[in-house]
């Protein structure tokens, strides 16, 4: 069992920046792939970004690329995305997932509770 909790979400303003934070507990966080996805009203959650267990590749939606650039710490059982030059569109819940997809979009079998992210124009 993997216990995932996000954090750094919040109100920007369009152009601007936000920093997202999962939290891992439980099994060896580096066993894992983990991802960010996204759920705006009423539309389908979306993959947003993957990194594989040691964080040597990375891969994105297109509506990622370019702006938003997702790591991990293994030694701090921690990941992150950095969004930059974020867009109103880019307003929605960001959840954290880890497993072993056997792609980049999934499934995984652990997920955060999610964390607001609004931008405004």
């Given amino acids: 069992q993997v216990q995932l909790v996000e954090s750094g979400g919040g109100l920007v303003?369009?152009?601007g920046s936000l920093r997202l934070s999962c939290a891992a507990s439980g099994r060896a966080f580096d066993s894992y792939a983990m991802g960010w996805f996204r759920q705006a009203p009423g539309k389908e959650r979306e993959?947003?970004?993957t990194i594989i267990r040691n964080g040597g590749a990375t891969y994105y939606a297109d509506s990622a690329k370019g702006r938003f650039t997702i790591s991990r710490d293994?030694?701090?059982n921690t990941m992150y995305l950095q969004m930059n030059s974020l867009k109103p569109e880019d307003t929605a819940v960001y959840y954290c997932a880890a497993g072993s997809p056997g792609r980049a979009q999934g499934p995984?079998?652990?997920w955060g509770?999610?964390?607001q992210v609004t931008v405004s124009s």
């Fill in 113 to 115: 509770q999610g964390t």
């Fill in 108 to 110: 995984y079998d652990y």
């Fill in 13 to 15: 303003q369009a152009g």
């Fill in 47 to 49: 993959f947003v970004a």
């Fill in 74 to 76: 293994n030694t701090k």
